[in-house]
């Protein structure tokens, strides 16, 4: 994986939040404003209890939702201006949102067919995202005739296939079964360190935390805000080996007792 | 799977044809056994007899009926969509002109279809007017709920993945909109073939326009009461027709969808 350069910020929320109104008796609900950076290389895993905002600073890193505090930065820039450039952001959002009517290909070929890429240029890079995800074989189906994990790395191939440098993970695997979910973590490392990725990735899953990362945010509730960053730094590479390592066990045993004091 | 298929096209068409046998039979023999008069209640073979008699002026007049029909539902698919499309390009539009289309529905066609057929001189131009005005609501209203019923997660992806609005509606809204779509003009074809009937009755066209609602009334002011029914048959058999016709339309169209159910 190539090594973070926190001096080139890639994503920068700079006290960038956003409140949603409600009944003045509430609590404050949303997200309160905070800063992050996130650096090229960068794996980085929101990990919080429902409601504290991970959604909505996905969202906000997707510039699906606009601000009411601060400014959130991509290359140091405005969204618009950032994708001008060239660079890309994509989103793998929570349930796989495929189109029903079109094939998996056809799905996949989505973000490049916005972008108005030549249909041959187009379906290399289709079948390239749709064999780093093992699914080439499903091509022409619909995605009705997939299984749900199935349906999941087919979002995964759409994003791949746009060729992101920031990819956005809300909870992608959060309706899977253990076993899949274990698989598509690995899957998922590989990718990054093949692609270079930068990834911000939402998960309730300590141990998906602790195996992806390079750094966990821990978040509290009410309001929605950051309540500590924890560095993962394993010693060798993320393979089972690590999994079943003691370093792993102690790194889900700190994240446990954050995620307990951040709710308190 | 074709075996399968087929049994059930089979059992599909046997049943209600052993239904149709049953009271066919029921009926003449009713007739027969009491001796009916035909002006009574006519016997299944005196309409098919009437059918027979009288197939030139009916085939004619189904024909008129049919194109009345059949223009009143292009009509209200082409102008239904527009006025659709309208609607959902913004709620200021949308509150403003709503209200308008559902006056359009609610005011009973039979009661406007008289002022329709005064003021618009061409006979066929009134007649289809009238079949259209009952036929383009369903139209309009599922077209309108099918532009709107987009999968919000996929809106977000296509807004982040800067979508111009033309590939929106070319890759999102009219795919998520079809099956919606196509439901309204099931809907419509039926109510075309009413609306052309209703009209017919109120406008009372004879001549080389006369539609088979003229026929009935025809037969019925001179008590050909076989040639009513036969009339009537034909209405039917054309509703079904219809019916048939748009619902291929759909499967066919809603394949891809239909995979997905
Ligand atoms: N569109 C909205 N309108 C009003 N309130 C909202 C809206 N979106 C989010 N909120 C509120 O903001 C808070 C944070 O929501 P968010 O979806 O970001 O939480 P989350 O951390 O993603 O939770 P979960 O883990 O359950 O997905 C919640 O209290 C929610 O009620
Ligand atoms: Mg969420």
Redesign the pocket.
């Known amino acids: 994986m190539t090594r973070p350069d926190p001096a080139r910020p890639l994503l920068a929320f700079h006290g960038a939040g956003?409140?949603?109104?409600?009944r003045s008796s509430d609590a404050p609900?949303?997200?309160a404003p905070i800063s992050l950076n996130i650096a090229a290389g960068d794996f980085v895993t929101?990990l919080?209890?429902?409601?504290?905002?991970?959604?909505?600073?996905?969202?906000l890193a997707a510039n699906l939702?606009e601000p009411d505090s601060g400014h959130v930065r991509w290359w140091g820039r405005g969204f618009v201006d950032a994708g001008l450039a060239g660079h890309r952001v994509t989103l793998v959002p929570?349930d796989a949102t495929l189109m029903p009517w079109r094939s998996v290909a056809a799905n996949v070929r989505l973000p490049l067919d916005l972008e108005r890429l030549p249909r041959a240029q187009a379906d290399a890079k289709v079948d390239q995202a749709l064999r780093k995800v093992g699914l080439e074989s499903v091509a022409a189906l619909r995605p009705s005739a997939l299984s749900g994990g199935m349906r999941m790395r087919v979002s995964i191939a759409r994003a791949l296939a746009a060729g992101p440098e920031l990819l956005l993970m809300?909870?992608p695997f959060a309706a899977l079964d253990e076993l899949t979910r274990t698989a598509l973590d690995t899957e998922m490392v590989h990718l990054c360190e093949r692609s270079g990725l930068t990834t911000l990735f939402?998960t309730?899953s300590i141990a998906e935390a602790a195996f992806l990362s390079t750094r966990v945010i821990v978040?509290a509730?009410?309001?929605?805000r950051i309540f500590a960053e924890y560095p993962v730094d394993p010693a060798g590479p993320r393979d089972e080996d690590f999994r079943l390592s003691d370093r792993f066990a102690s790194i889900c045993r700190d994240l446990t007792r954050l995620l307990a004091e951040a709710a308190r | 799977m074709t075996g399968g298929a087929f049994g059930a096209m089979v059992r599909g068409i046997v049943g209600p044809a052993l239904v149709l046998f049953f009271v066919l039979g029921l009926w003449q023999g009713a007739c027969d056994a009491w001796s009916i008069p035909p002006y009574v209640l006519p016997a299944p073979t005196d309409i098919g007899h009437a059918l027979w008699r009288d197939a030139p002026t009916l085939t004619h007049a189904l024909g008129s009926t049919l194109l009345v029909t059949l223009s009143a539902l292009g009509l209200s698919i082409v102008i239904g969509s527009v006025i659709a499309f309208i609607l959902v390009q913004n709620v200021v539009i949308e509150r403003s002109l709503m209200p308008y289309v559902v006056v359009m529905q609610v005011t009973p066609v039979v009661a406007v279809a008289p002022l329709i057929v005064i003021l618009v001189h061409n006979t066929f131009a009134a007649l289809v007017l009238c079949a259209m005005l009952i036929a383009i609501f369903p139209v309009i209203a599922n077209t309108l709920q099918g532009l709107k019923s987009i999968d919000p997660g996929l809106a977000d992806y296509f807004r982040l993945h800067r979508a111009t609005r033309w590939q929106t509606l070319w890759r999102l809204r009219l795919p998520s909109a079809l099956p919606l779509f196509l439901a309204g003009v099931r809907v419509s074809s039926g109510l075309a073939l009413v609306g052309a009937v209703v009209a017919e009755f109120v406008a009372g066209t004879g001549g080389n326009s006369a539609g088979l609602a003229y026929e009935i009334l025809q037969s019925g002011f001179q008590m050909d009461i076989p040639r009513m029914f036969a009339a009537l048959f034909l209405i039917t058999l054309a509703g079904l027709c219809l019916f048939g016709v748009t619902t291929g339309v759909q499967n066919r169209l809603l394949g891809r969808w239909m995979a997905s159910r």
């Open positions: 956003r409140m949603f109104a409600g609900r949303g997200l929101l919080g209890p429902s409601g504290c905002g991970k959604s909505t600073l996905l969202k939702l929570q809300d909870e939402v309730h978040m509730a009410d309001p929605g």
